[in-house]
């Protein structure tokens, strides 16, 4: 499982990426929206985008959107700052998986990024499979 | 209500003074004024209608005794005419016949008639008096008629020795010269001016040159007249002259005084100036119990008056301080949201990388296997510790940012049991862990309401989780009921009541306060009421509490009915209880 955490607050993201390698994962962390983006175009095999909403220059809600038109198979889960569940609300409706509050537990987050990723795998799986069906189809 | 402050008492001293001399001033300077003009005006009025009333009066009677004597003195001439010199028996017998003439035709007023020869001496006579041969030889009418063709005497006691007065007229007969002399009788003559009488003091009455009565003073009369009164100087082309001049006692009077035309006596006319002026001193006397009772009337009003007012006008400033108070205070409220949420976004990241560093901290000790086994429980409670006080902190700053939030304030129209219902069923669980009975009392068919659904949730939750931490484990019953305002239609009433200890009156005033708490430190913001307390505001209901301690604390919360859709829907099950 690749994940990307995206968060203007460099202290956070470094102790979190420890703590969750220190749980076998491989944590990525940008500090901005438009790094993101460059990130995930060259690292195309990321499953799971960590997004704070709050964030200088592209704020979250922008970065989501961009992501889901370019790359829209990436999962993204909101991490809100502050209790506006209304722009986390905002994020669901624009494709983002869940959201979170600031400060998360830690297992918890790693239980949504991994029903992050399996519902990632599940459209790969599902998108495979109709291609499978499609070449199938073309040499019926 | 709150007591003026000292500052504002001392205005409304000065304020009430102020409209107090304002009012006197006005009221007082007209009244002054028109009472004095209209009193002077009247007065000099009244003045000279007194005297030209005894003007006209005094010249009246002037008049008339001037042609009473005027015509007794025509009735002796005519006499003298025919008379013709004789015998003394013939002259007697003359006399004789034509005073029972006079007699017949004018009564009693000729008292007698005589000749009187040139040396002076009565020479016929026919009257009641024995007075034949009389000698008037030194006789002031005697030597004063004998100078002009006729002669009307001063009053004088005479030879028979009571008042009298002569009408005289020269004779001339057969080359003599003889007197025809008559005695006016007094008594009718001075009943002429006697009659004349006016109000208690008036009297009339005639005198001579000398100031001399020539006619019966009334008895006890202290008027006396100098000649300096009567002089012929004073009168210059009038007929009468007015004069005010006191009597011997002092008391002022007023003299009218005219002039006779056919003899130099005065016809004098007087009376107490008071009494004269008896009706206008009664016209003011009124005018004055008026205006005393005007002047207390005014004296009234400007004292009770300006207090009335400036009690009015200190309500009214009191009103407007607790309104302009209730403005700070949701300004304030407002100000406080904004300052909070400003501190709750900073705060919340410093703590929440303090919580993953203590986590981190954590997941590092369970890889140390050198350190003691103490030492390495100790830091694990330190480590709990750190991220129990990071979770309060978050708790807070959420909770500030929920009070500051504009967020989901898009109204709706809704149906007030509906959500009570709803957010009793999400209580009801919690309530029953604690003990606590939560009763309803639904108006079925209340009007809609246009409320933010999240926010009318909000105060709701709020309102019964403060009852039920209130109550604690010992249970008991929190009763919300909704209806129709009493007082006013046009609002909703919600009243949550609960059983509990109540609240202490000197903390009443300050629970809508934000951070106001009177939970245990770390158990509460001390935000929920003044939460509900912005939204109700906002949303133009009011919110207000009662509460007695040791029976309870009762809620009211008055919500505006959606103007615009007052159509009532019954409800499905009414009047539930749960």
């Known amino acids: 499982m690749k994940t990307l955490f995206v968060d203007d607050e460099k202290a956070f993201l470094e102790i979190l990426t420890k703590r969750l390698e220190k749980r076998g994962l491989s944590p990525s962390a940008v500090y901005g929206g438009e790094e993101a983006l460059n990130f995930l175009a060259e690292n195309t095999k990321t499953d799971v985008v960590v997004l704070d909403v709050k964030m200088p220059g592209m704020d979250g809600l922008e970065t989501l959107t961009e992501i889901k038109r370019q790359f829209p198979l990436v999962e993204v889960i909101m991490l809100t700052g502050h209790a506006t569940v209304d722009s986390a609300i905002e994020g669901m409706k624009l494709g983002a998986f869940d959201y979170m509050m600031k400060p998360c537990d830690l297992d918890l987050l790693i239980e949504k990024l991994e029903g992050a990723a399996a519902r990632k795998k599940d459209h790969e799986d599902k998108i495979m499979e109709a291609r499978l069906k499609e070449i199938a189809g073309h040499r019926v | ?578």
């Open chain 2, 1 to 578: 209500m709150l007591e003026a402050p000292a500052d504002r008492k001392g205005f409304y001293q000065i304020l009430t003074r102020k409209i107090g001399i304002l009012i006197l001033v006005v009221s007082f300077i007209p009244l002054v004024l028109t009472a004095g003009i209209l009193c002077y005006r009247f007065h000099k009025a009244y003045s000279e209608k007194v005297r030209a009333h005894i003007s006209e009066l005094v010249l009246k009677h002037t008049q008339n005794i001037d042609a009473f004597l005027l015509e007794k003195l025509g009735n002796i001439r005519y006499l003298a005419r025919q008379f013709s010199a004789g015998s003394r028996a013939s002259a007697d017998s003359f006399l004789a016949s034509r005073l029972a003439e006079l007699k017949d035709e004018y009564g009693d007023v000729f008292t007698d008639l005589g000749l009187v020869d040139e040396s002076g001496a009565q020479f016929a006579y026919q009257g009641p008096f024995r007075l034949e041969n009389a000698d008037y030889s030194r006789a002031t009418w005697f030597l004063k008629s004998k100078e002009s063709p006729f002669y009307i005497s001063d009053v004088f006691a005479g030879l028979r020795g009571h008042p009298h007065f002569i009408v005289a007229v020269k004779v001339a007969s057969q080359g003599q010269t003889y007197i025809l002399r008559s005695t006016i009788n007094f008594t009718a003559f001075n009943s002429l001016v006697e009659n004349i009488q006016i109000g208690k003091t008036g009297v009339a009455f005639i005198v001579n040159a000398q100031g001399e009565f020539q006619t019966h003073a009334r008895p006890g009369t202290r008027i006396h007249i100098t000649p300096s009164m009567v002089d012929r100087e004073i009168f210059r082309d009038k007929s009468t002259v007015i004069i005010k001049k006191p009597d011997t006692l002092g008391n002022p009077y007023i003299y009218g005084i005219s002039l006779f035309k056919n003899i130099d006596w005065r016809m004098v006319f007087c009376q107490d100036f008071n009494d004269a002026l008896r009706d206008l001193w009664k016209a003011e006397l009124l005018t004055l119990v008026v205006f005393i009772l005007g002047c207390f009337a005014i004296l009234f009003v400007s004292f009770t008056l300006p207090r009335n007012i400036v009690k009015l006008i200190a309500e009214a400033d009191r009103k407007n301080e607790a309104m302009n108070r209730q403005v700070v205070e949701s300004g304030k409220l407002a100000t406080i949201g904004e300052l909070a949420a400003g501190i709750a976004h900073e705060i919340n990241n410093p703590v929440a990388i303090m919580v993953e560093e203590a986590g981190w901290m954590g997941d590092l000790l369970e890889d140390e296997t050198q350190a003691s086994t103490g030492t390495v429980k100790e830091f694990n409670r330190a480590i709990e510790q750190i991220k129990t006080q990071g979770r309060r902190c978050k708790d807070i700053t959420h909770k500030l940012l929920s009070f500051a939030r504009k967020s989901d304030a898009t109204v709706a129209d809704i149906r007030i049991n509906d959500t009570i219902r709803e957010i009793v069923s999400l209580t009801a669980q919690m309530a029953k862990y604690n003990n606590i009975a939560i009763q309803t009392t639904l108006m079925p068919e209340l009007p809609y309401i246009r409320f933010s659904p999240a926010e009318l949730q909000q105060v709701i939750l709020n309102l019964i989780n403060n009852a039920i931490d209130a109550m604690g484990k010992e249970g008991g019953t929190i009763h919300i009921h909704t209806r129709i305002s009493p007082g006013d239609s046009r609002y909703i009433l919600i009243d949550f009541q609960d059983n509990g200890p109540g609240i202490p009156g000197h903390y009443l005033d300050r629970i809508f306060d934000p951070f106001f708490t009177t939970k245990a430190v770390g158990k509460g913001t001390g935000l929920g009421l003044s939460i509900c307390y912005g939204i109700i505001r906002k949303m133009g209901g009011k919110i207000e509490v009662e509460s007695r301690v040791g029976q309870g604390t009762r809620f009211y919360i008055h919500l505006p009915v959606d103007p615009d859709n007052t159509e009532i829907k019954p409800l499905n099950n009414e009047g539930d209880r749960s």
